[in-house]
């Protein structure tokens, strides 16, 4: 009988041991499962330059393959993740599969582009997250700037003095630091202000009602405020050329969505880096 785990629609299944007693797996010994089986795979989404659409990055977008559930989605894991604290070693993972891809694409010979982590607030906020980090890009040969680490409002809002630190350290040493989904939360001006943040990303739905005058009016003064703060502005969620064509005219450097690609496996994203498509 499957179950539906409280707050998220991770489904786990009623399982039985070996010795035929049943036993209902929790969220976190199937993540734990998973961990250990090696379950989980990464997407990389283009992200290309406003004015010609050239690939200039990738964003890692982790997906869960479960035998006999098929691939599920982030948002229905990730949760589940953070609340048993194994994001820890499942972000550990995810950052180290981006490094062996990059040292990969790199070893391929072809042009290399920055490839985009996405960090929950607990990677972030834990001390040894900037070492871990940097050790990983050494165990690789990776140059620090060819990784951008994600991070969303949520930490620096409750912990800013120890998120900034973070942060610094990091961009310290050559990683870019982006901003995810900008303007979905709050006290969003004064992170722009008070991180030591290299770009920030237009939540999609503030890219969506585009190109209506109010909107386009609001992604402006977002990139004003970014020019103001020497913040490269990505837009996220482009799905038609209206999209793109008025991101580009609001003052976005760089756009993302399902209009260029959406997230690619390895062979697919290989042929954008070789300008193949
Ligand atoms: P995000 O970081 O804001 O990633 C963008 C999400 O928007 C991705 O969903 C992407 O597939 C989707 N997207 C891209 N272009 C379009 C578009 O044109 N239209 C629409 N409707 N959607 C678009 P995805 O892959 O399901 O990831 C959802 C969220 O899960 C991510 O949002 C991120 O917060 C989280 N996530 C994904 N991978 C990781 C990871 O490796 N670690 C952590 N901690 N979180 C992750
Ligand atoms: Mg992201
Ligand atoms: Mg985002
Ligand atoms: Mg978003």
Redesign the pocket.
């Known amino acids: 009988e499957a179950k539906r785990l409280p707050g998220t629609s991770v489904h786990y299944a009623q399982e039985h041991t070996p010795n035929g007693m049943g036993a209902l797996l929790t969220a976190e010994q199937a993540l734990r499962a998973g961990l250990k089986n090696e379950e989980f795979t990464?997407?990389y989404?283009p992200k290309v330059d406003a004015r010609d659409h050239r690939l200039v990055g990738f964003?890692?977008?982790?997906?869960w393959d479960r035998p006999g559930q098929g691939r599920i989605?982030?948002?229905d894991f990730?949760p589940a993740?953070?609340r048993t604290g194994l994001?820890v070693p499942?972000?550990a993972l995810?950052l180290t599969q981006a490094c062996r891809q990059i040292a990969q694409w790199r070893a391929d010979g072809g042009a290399v582009v920055p490839v985009a982590?996405?960090?929950?607030p607990l990677?972030l906020l834990d001390a040894g997250f900037p070492t871990a980090v940097m050790r990983t890009l050494a165990e690789f040969d990776v140059p620090p700037a060819l990784l951008t680490l994600?991070i969303?409002e949520s930490a620096a809002v409750t912990h800013m003095a120890q998120a900034r630190d973070q942060i610094g350290q990091l961009r310290q040493q050559g990683v870019e630091v982006a901003l995810?989904?900008f303007g979905t939360g709050f006290s969003s001006l004064n992170m722009l202000r008070g991180l030591p943040l290299s770009t920030v990303?237009i939540?999609?739905s503030l890219i969506?009602p585009m190109p209506a005058p109010d909107a386009a009016a609001v992604v402006k003064s977002i990139c004003d405020l970014a020019g103001v703060l020497s913040l490269e502005v990505v837009a996220?969620?482009?799905?038609t050329t209206e999209h793109a064509a008025a991101a580009l005219a609001a003052g976005c450097n760089v756009l993302?969505?399902?209009?260029f690609a959406?997230?690619l496996d390895v062979p697919a994203a290989s042929d954008w880096l070789q300008g193949r498509r």
């Open positions: 990464l997407l989404q964003e890692a977008l982790v997906r989605s982030p948002l990730i993740a953070e994001i499942l972000g995810i982590v996405n960090v929950s990677q994600e969303t995810d989904d990303k939540d999609r969506d996220e969620g482009v799905e993302q969505g399902y209009y959406k997230p």
